[in-house]
């Protein structure tokens, strides 16, 4: 009998083990809430802009309003009793508005206003007079109108 050996080779692979770190629970509850927090405040900002461009939607989709042209902005003929007590020249057209400011001015500038209720003031002889007082009397400036409109007639349109 003969005696042999017989060699075998044992090759060796190193196989390399990649360990991928699987997060712990808390780690993946943080990042989810870290998520909700951001696609939470995504959606109010969305929100937000929703509203925004509905309103300026609206407000672009109404009508216009057309301001109403009354007598108060139209230039009137004013006797000359109350352009004389204005200061103005005669033939001086104002509207209503105007005139009814210009003698306002004048009773605040004189001090005829009523101490502790600035609303109301007694008009002066001069005044009284324009006014067509007989017994001169504390008035609202609200009253003044009717006062005064006697004083204005309209500018007659040449059509």
């Known amino acids: 009998m003969t005696d042999s050996t017989e060699t075998t080779t044992v090759e060796t692979t190193t196989v390399e083990t ?7 629970i808390e780690e993946q509850f943080r990042e989810i809430c870290e998520e909700l927090t951001g696609m939470s405040s995504n959606a109010r900002t969305l929100q937000t802009r929703v509203k925004d461009l509905h309103r300026s939607y609206k407000q672009a989709c109404k009508p216009k309003k057309v301001k109403k042209h009354t007598v108060m902005h139209d230039p009137m003929n004013i006797s000359s009793e109350l352009l ?3 200061g103005k020249d005669a033939g001086t057209k104002l509207s209503k508005s105007e005139a009814m400011k210009l003698v306002s001015t004048s009773v605040r500038e004189g001090g005829l206003q009523n101490v502790e209720n600035m609303r109301q003031f007694t008009p002066n002889k001069k005044l009284g007079k324009v006014l067509n007082m007989t017994p001169i009397k504390t008035i609202t400036f609200v009253e003044l109108n009717k006062y005064l409109s ?3 007639s309209p500018v007659e349109s040449s059509v």
């Not at 990649?18 to 712990?24: F, H, I, K, S, W």
Request: net charge neutral; hydrophobic share 25%; proline share 8%.
């Open 84 to 86: 004389k007590y204005l």
């Open 150 to 152: 006697h004083h204005f």
């Open 18 to 24: 990649t360990t991928v770190e699987t997060p712990t």
